[in-house]
């Protein structure tokens, strides 16, 4: 049985007293080294769930219990230590004039030996692809590329979650595809829970658990080929199912399959 490292108890939140409620009642976990797709339309709530991961907001009801501790003011530090998150837009996530420098920052923060930080810079930016840019600056690179320095600095600081808040939206389809290939190999590498947000169907194949939000609520919460049977009900919340997800639940009627294995 896996450990849980995020559990949310009976979640409920809004911006201001007087604001409507964004997220009503929710409740669920996070286990360690999974892969948890968040999805939902625009406004559903997603962005406010992340925030509440990272304690940059509190509930106003419920509780939110991270690696055994319940997120409040005097615990947000801990909680930061082990909850890393990586936005949607790369350029407001750069604070180095170089790659490398950008990727000291957090360690630097906190205090890290010298000696520690080179090794890890090596380490993180290797798991990423990125080792041969240790010295360019931030500005030159595609907005794949800075993503995937933005989640080398993160996981410099080796946290238990990686967080991934619409971190592909702005990226073209190649982009894209490298943050998505770069996250799923360093989850198997750093036994990192992973979570990924997103308003695309496309990101949550290779989840192993997704969870679907609509208006502030929990609407769904199962494997991706459960989800994506459920094509109709989904376009009714403004989700659409991708066109290979239909395609192989059709091809499967006959008895056929999709596979990723290559042809030989
Ligand atoms: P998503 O990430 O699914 O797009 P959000 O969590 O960003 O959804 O937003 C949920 C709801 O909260 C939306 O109705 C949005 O307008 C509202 N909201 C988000 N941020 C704020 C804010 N800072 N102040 C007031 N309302 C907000």
């Known amino acids: 049985m896996r450990k849980k490292l995020i559990e949310f108890r009976n979640v409920s939140f809004r911006y201001g007293d007087e604001e409507p409620w964004v997220l009503k009642n929710c409740s669920f976990e996070v286990y360690e080294n999974e892969w948890l797709a968040i999805i939902g339309h625009n406004g559903s ?5 992340a925030k509440l991961m990272n304690g940059l907001l509190f509930p106003q009801e419920g509780e939110i ?7 409040t ?5 801990d909680v930061r230590k082990d909850v890393g998150m990586v936005f949607q837009n790369p350029d407001n996530q750069f604070v180095g004039t170089t790659v490398q420098d950008d990727v000291a920052f ?26 041969d840019y240790r010295l360019t600056e931030p500005h030159r690179l595609s907005g794949g590329q800075k993503q995937r320095v933005a989640i080398a600095s993160v996981l410099a600081v080796s946290p238990k979650v990686l967080i991934l808040d619409e971190a592909t939206a702005m990226l ?19 036994a990192l829970s992973l979570i990924t947000i997103t308003h695309d169907l496309r990101e949550v194949v290779q989840a192993e658990r997704v969870i679907v939000m609509n ?3 929990i609407w769904d919460e199962a494997i991706p080929r459960e989800i994506f049977s459920k094509k109709d009900a989904l376009r009714e919340i403004g989700l659409d199912v991708p066109f290979v997800a239909i395609l192989t639940d059709e091809l499967k009627k006959t008895g056929m399959t999709i596979t ?3 042809l030989n």
Do not use: C, Y
């Open 172 to 190: 073209d389809p190649k982009g894209r595809q490298e943050i998505m290939r770069t996250v799923s190999n360093v989850r198997a590498e750093h």
């Open 215 to 217: 208006s502030g609520e």
């Open 65 to 71: 219990i991270i690696n055994g501790q319940q997120v």
């Open 73 to 77: 003011e005097e615990t947000i530090w």
């Open 45 to 49: 709530g997603k962005s406010t769930i």
């Open 106 to 131: 957090g360690m630097e923060n906190r205090g890290f030996p010298r000696e520690e930080m080179i090794k890890r810079i090596e380490q993180n930016l290797t798991a990423v692809g990125m080792q």
């Open 260 to 262: 990723n294995e290559p």
